[in-house]
């Protein structure tokens, strides 16, 4: 009786040992290179001044803003996995052409910042970016959210919170879990349900995608619109992969929105 009760707690000990192994091995996965810190480098247009804010669960994070000069608009940009506020901003600065408004968010763990990124983890940074960024919002002025990659998934979510002017993403999936090779689908503890989130949107709805993108299929893009109840625009990339040069997405983005 006693040596089956040990052989039984030894198992347990075992598999709960497995299941956290792996389970960090696919949250590194989701969230590689987060600590990744690099030098912006501006070129070609002023920059930015930095921005920082504190969440709920007391980090301090820290982004960069370009303030709307003539436009009214600003536009939340939240980045993808492997990248940070220092890689992203200098290419976000696209953005801002037109007078636009452009606040580059940040998460836990990312670039220098502190903390552990978890799904809810990084959804309280985007609550705490999307603050921000209704004080910096001129009088009058729009809110629009972008979401690039796995940041469409944050972008999805505070759209979904928030009151928003539009949403936009670039190479969005449907779930992280759908993304994930089906023997680790049991191990994803960060799913990023964005079929979920976006039928709870309300805000216009643009979707991004590249016909040839190699990381999130093409076929995410029609069923994100079919779970928007059609509500989504998707606009098709053709002949691109899983990225778009920003100076070629920016003024895209902008008329789609119709600013």
Known sequence: MRKGLTIALVALV??????????????????????????????????????????????????????????????????????????????????????????VASYRGFGGNPGTPTQAGLFADGDAWMALARKLLPPGGKLYVLGRSLGSGVAMEMAARHPVDGLATVGGYTSITDMAPWIARPFVRDPFDNMAAIRRVTAPIILFHGD????????????????????????????????????????????????
Not at 16 to 40: C, E, H, Q
Not at 75 to 86: A, I, S
Not at 231 to 237: D, E, G, H, M, S
Not at 239 to 256: E, F, T, V
Request: charged share 10%.
């Open 212 to 259: 040839k993108d190699p990381i999130i299929p093409f076929a995410c893009a029609p069923r994100l619109r079919d779970a928007s109840g059609g509500r989504a625009r998707l606009v098709v990339l053709h002949n691109w992969g899983h990225s778009i040069p920003p100076d070629i997405l920016a003024p895209m983005l902008w008329k789609a929105f119709g600013r």
């Open 14 to 103: 075992l598999a709960a040992a497995l299941w956290l192994g792996v389970t960090t091995i696919v949250r590194a996965y989701v969230f590689k290179n987060s600590d990744v810190i690099m030098a912006p480098v501006w070129a070609g247009t002023p920059p930015p001044v930095e921005a920082s804010v504190v969440t709920a669960d007391g980090l301090t994070l820290h982004g960069y803003y370009w303030a709307a000069a003539g436009a009214k608009d600003v536009l939340v940009l939240f980045h993808g996995n492997g990248n940070n506020q220092q890689g992203v901003a200098p290419a976000a600065a696209a953005f801002t052409h037109g007078g636009h408004g452009v606040l």
